[in-house]
């Protein structure tokens, strides 16, 4: 490695960096995590300060190793967790509040009530409903209640905050991939829907502008990492993971296993007319580059890694996801205990924004590899919900999936994705930097390092195949099993 993108990827629950080299790979990881808080039910919030102290942190320890190994950083590359809002002022830079997480559906109820006035607009020109959460109107109740100066305050998602921090104070912006998920965001003019952001009692002026996702960010402040490298690519993280796992042809398929899991497929240079058809399948800008759109198709589950969190630090049933999916490889998939993990609501197949998540069929003689095994199987399924509706809606079959993310290690998981979707499932080598790399290609095609996306994704190597194993019939007769489950645990 001679040269390399130093790349940062933060996180709902954790944010790292690495140097991603000319070959594609990238070197050592650091990492840390980021405190995740809920003062209420429907309420998540984290500290913009401590994500941001600790995304320097990392940031700072992958240019020393770039320094210690002879490896010149010839720019920076950002991608980041998507819809979490932060509001700071100007003068101080620090937050005025806690920032607001995606997962965040205080307002939903006030939003359903948007809903029938709105969903048809906000369909057509922005690719997603109302939802459960808004960040704009979040923003526009704490405006209501800060005794700060308007013009001091500045607002946006947490790519905002950290360009404007890394360089120096001097951009404020939001790139376009990170602007679709804010809601609001018109897809085809590349601008703000005014009337949305009116109907929300939302500033329009103070709303970031939107940019391309390999715009202008300015330069890193030698002051905070020690170097001075053009910021050259800036993304929410499903998207840059569409590019890492080589979904840059229409009609691929990538799913990320994270906090929550994210499927997505490239739709083309039009948005696909079925988008509205499905709850929670949603058109997005895949990428923005020199000023054109390419879409995508997306829908996800919210709770999956949270979910084994939860399980294990919170509730601690188990030591780690490694040790669920451990014990439930040694169970088959069964009919008799089951996990739904609407631990933060349902967006798919229905929008069921109040669902919680639901353990059934224990008995005394269940025992931990049972419960495992539950735990495995039915995050595989809310996914497989996902997949279902995602194919539903595009107008082009989807053959296999690339998956990445942390929770792509499993191999009980991946077969059972396999097996309850009926397609290949690809894990990518080096999987759970996938965010992280794909922002780096982005980067690193602008700035010379490969010729095009295409020639950077090459250099992917690959893991493992997961077939399917189950037998079509006893496919669907398992899939209609969990239909009558999920709808028990909403009714």
Not at 87 to 103: H, K, M, N, S
Not at 142 to 161: C, N
Request: proline share 5%.
């Amino acid at each position: 490695m001679r040269r390399g993108i130093l790349a940062v990827d933060e996180g709902s629950t954790g944010t790292r960096a690495a140097v991603v080299g000319e070959d594609g790979r990238s070197g050592p990881s650091f990492y840390t995590s980021i405190d995740v808080s809920h003062p209420e039910p429907a309420q998540v919030e984290q500290d913009a300060m401590q994500l941001l102290d600790r995304t320097l942190d990392v940031a700072r320890q992958a240019v020393a190793w770039a320094a210690e190994n002879g490896v010149e950083i010839a720019g920076m590359s950002i991608c980041t967790q998507r819809a979490t809002a932060v509001l700071w002022d100007r003068e101080t830079g620090r937050p005025l509040a806690p920032a607001v997480v995606w997962q965040d559906s205080r307002y939903a109820a006030e939003l359903a009530q948007l809903a029938p006035e709105w969903d048809r607009h906000l369909w057509q020109a922005t690719g997603r409903p109302v939802g459960t959460r808004a960040p704009f109107l979040w923003a526009a109740r704490q405006l209501e209640r800060l005794d700060v100066p308007a013009e001091r305050v500045l607002f946006g998602s947490v790519d905002t905050w950290l360009v404007w921090h890394l360089s120096g104070r001097e951009r404020f912006t939001i790139s376009a991939t990170n602007a679709v998920a804010f809601g609001g965001y018109r897809l085809r003019e590349h601008a703000w829907d005014q009337e949305w952001l009116a109907a929300l009692g939302f500033p329009a002026e103070l709303a970031p502008p939107p940019q391309d996702d390999d715009g202008d960010y300015g330069y890193t402040d030698p002051e905070l990492l020690g170097i001075r490298v053009p910021i050259a690519a800036v993304m929410g993280d499903q998207h840059a993971s569409l590019i890492a796992l080589g979904a840059l042809s229409p009609g691929q398929g990538t799913c990320v296993h994270g906090t929550g899991t994210f499927v997505g497929a490239l739709a083309g240079d039009e948005p696909p007319e079925a988008v509205g058809g499905l709850d929670g399948v949603l058109c997005l800008v895949a990428w923005r580059s020199r000023g054109h759109s390419r879409f995508s198709l997306e829908a996800y589950t919210s709770t999956t890694g949270s979910a084994l969190r939860w399980l294990t630090e919170d509730l601690g049933l188990f030591t780690s996801a490694a040790e669920v999916s451990a014990l439930a490889a040694t169970q088959p998939s069964g009919e008799a205990t089951w996990f739904v993990p609407t631990l933060a609501g349902l967006r798919t197949p229905v929008l069921r924004p109040e669902a919680r998540g639901v353990l059934a069929g224990l008995s005394l003689a269940t025992t931990r590899e049972v419960l495992a095994r539950a735990v495995i199987d039915g995050i595989a399924h809310a996914v497989s919900d996902t997949v279902d509706a995602l194919r539903t809606t595009m107008d082009r079959p989807m053959t296999h999936l690339r998956v990445g993310g942390g929770l792509a290690a499993s191999d009980a998981l991946l077969q059972s994705q396999a097996d309850f979707t009926g397609l290949t499932i690809e894990r990518v080598a080096d999987s759970a930097t996938a965010s992280l790399r794909g922002a780096a290609y982005l980067a690193g095609t602008r700035l010379g390092l490969w010729p095009s996306l295409a020639d950077a994704v090459a250099h992917r190597p690959p893991d493992r195949i997961f077939e399917p194993g189950l037998a079509e019939t006893d496919r669907l007769k398992l899939r209609a099993r969990w239909q009558d489950v999920l709808a028990v645990s909403l009714s």
